[in-house]
T-cell receptor, first 114, second 116 residues
Framework: KNQVEQSPQSLIILEGKNCTLQCNYTVSPFSNLRWYKQDTGRGPVSLTIMTFSENTKSNGRYTATLDADTKQSSLHITASQLSDSASYICVVTNYGGSQGNLIFGKGTKLSVKP | GAVVSQHPSRVICKSGTSVKIECRSLDFQATTMFWYRQFPKKSLMLMATSNEGSKATYEQGVEKDKFLINHASLTLSTLTVTSAHPEDSSFYIC????????????FGPGTRLLVL
């Protein structure tokens, strides 16, 4: 069964600290993996996208890694800011699946405190 | 680029009435649009996929007669929740995929529906 599991479910950190969010998936065949940021009451916004051959991708203070062998990905946030408070969703695309076959994780809710 | 808008951003309606939600691709032609529903603290669930000019494909368990989807143009898709009930209260998000943009889906900001 195609699944995306994220951990932790929620996380509270102090402003300025770093954190790492985890994503494990069992989606096959795999096309790509994306990390999205979703602010409360808003639609998801793409942070990074990685294909099978990519190990790491950065977008400002966000760095995503992908290990296609172990089917794990992480999102590292450096020097967190209050505006980083949001849900971070790991989404894996099922290659060759039905149109738009995105498998969503349940997200990690990050709260950055001053 | 690749901006998707939704209207309204939030709506409150009485039980039994119908509500229409619009999804527009502002700067690209969306050959395919997707409608998702998200309940509190849950992940997005795909409801249906629509291609411009053809009937939408609904996911298992989604009532096509209750959630009417129209994708009449390359920049607009509408979702109409008919005879809304309180259990239809949710966050509805659309996304769009266009020619030349690969597989990437661009998400709208979402519409919060509350049925009283």
């Amino acid at each position: 069964k195609n699944q995306v599991e994220q951990s932790p479910q929620s996380l509270i950190i102090l402003e300025g600290k770093n954190c790492t969010l985890q994503c494990n998936y069992t989606v096959s065949p795999f096309s790509n993996l994306r990390w999205y940021k979703q602010d409360t009451g808003r639609g998801p916004v793409s942070l990074t996208i990685m294909t099978f051959s990519e190990n790491t991708k950065s977008n400002g203070r966000y760095t995503a890694t992908l290990d296609a062998d172990t089917k794990q990905s992480s999102l590292h946030i450096t020097a967190s800011q209050l505006s980083d408070s949001a849900s971070y969703i790991c989404v894996v695309t099922n290659y060759g699946g039905s149109q738009g076959n995105l498998i969503f994780g349940k997200g990690t809710k990050l709260s950055v405190k001053p | 680029g690749a901006v998707v808008s939704q209207h309204p951003s939030r709506v409150i309606c009485k039980s039994g009435t119908s509500v229409k939600i619009e999804c527009r691709s502002l700067d690209f032609q969306a050959t395919t649009m997707f409608w998702y529903r998200q309940f509190p603290k849950k992940s997005l669930m795909l409801m249906a996929t629509s291609n411009e000019g053809s009937k939408a494909t609904y996911e298992q368990g989604v009532e096509k007669d209750k959630f009417l989807i129209n994708h009449a143009s390359l920049t607009l898709s509408t979702l109409t929740v008919t005879s809304a009930h309180p259990e239809d209260s949710s966050f509805y998000i659309c996304s769009a995929r266009g020619t030349g943009l690969g597989e990437t889906q661009y998400f709208g900001p979402g519409t919060r529906l509350l049925v009283l």
